[in-house]
């Protein structure tokens, strides 16, 4: 059973483009979480999503950014126009069931650079 | 407010010493707290899950207590070796807001 995917795990943008990143949660997992890790800090919560739904958006910039969990495929973090201050690394989890008593699976990381 | 609280920010041991890292939190109503280690370049991983009434769990050389009257948790690591040299993130479950919230994190570094 592969665990949480996430690609690219590098990715170099310069300002002003689009970044795209992508998760393949856990097998039998319905809901994905993203977050974000600015460098020397600790996690920050951006969005979960259910296949087809987004449940909590909370931590999502209101400009700029947005997250898709598609019936089929993988989920897409989004980020248009990308600026300096988005630099870090984004990390996917995914759970079976919602995030309240069941335990999250990291994957590895999405690194993303703009230059 | 929310908030998790974790101390000390860096800590530097020698390989096989013991050590301990708090979280102190304010988040309610309290459902879960959970203590992750992420390596470096890496995403984190689950080393322990609490509930309310577990006072106490091990995973291996790691030791997780929880006091939800005090509100606050530790991880004791035993016999500390050069792999535990990572950030240990401690999460708290809100269950009115079904959400998470993070501690800033201990960096610990275990030397030879």
């Known amino acids: 059973n592969a665990g949480v995917m996430q690609n690219p795990r590098h990715l170099v943008r310069r300002r002003g483009q689009e970044a795209r990143l992508r998760c393949s949660p856990m097998k039998g997992h319905s809901h994905v979480y993203w977050y974000r890790q600015l460098p020397e800090e600790g996690l920050k919560f951006m969005v979960y999503?259910?296949?087809?739904?987004?449940?909590?958006e909370s931590g999502m910039p209101k400009e700029r950014f947005s997250a898709e969990f598609p019936k089929e495929g993988p989920s897409i973090l989004r980020i248009q126009q990308v600026v300096r201050g988005d630099s870090a690394a984004y990390f996917c989890?995914?759970?079976?069931?919602?995030?309240?008593?069941?335990?999250?699976?990291f994957g590895p990381g999405t690194r993303l650079t703009v230059t | 407010k929310n908030q998790v609280e974790q101390s000390p920010q860096s800590l530097i041991i020698l390989e096989g010493k013991n050590c301990t890292l708090q979280?102190?939190?304010?988040?309610?109503?309290?459902?879960?707290l959970r203590w992750y280690k992420q390596d470096t370049g890496r995403g984190p991983v689950s080393l322990t899950i609490?509930?309310?009434?577990?006072n106490t769990k091990s995973n291996g050389r790691y030791t997780a207590t929880l006091d939800a009257d005090t509100k606050q948790s530790s991880l004791h690591i035993t016999a500390s070796q050069l792999s535990d040299s990572a950030s240990y993130i401690c999460v708290v479950f809100n269950n009115a807001g079904n959400m998470l919230t993070f501690g800033g994190g201990t960096r610990l570094m275990v030397k030879p």
């Open positions: 999503l259910q296949k087809e739904n987004i449940i909590d």
């Open positions: 989890a995914s759970s079976p069931l919602g995030q309240g008593s069941y335990e999250q699976y």
């Open positions: 979280c102190n939190y304010t988040v309610s109503p309290f459902s879960n």
């Open positions: 609490m509930t309310f009434s577990e």
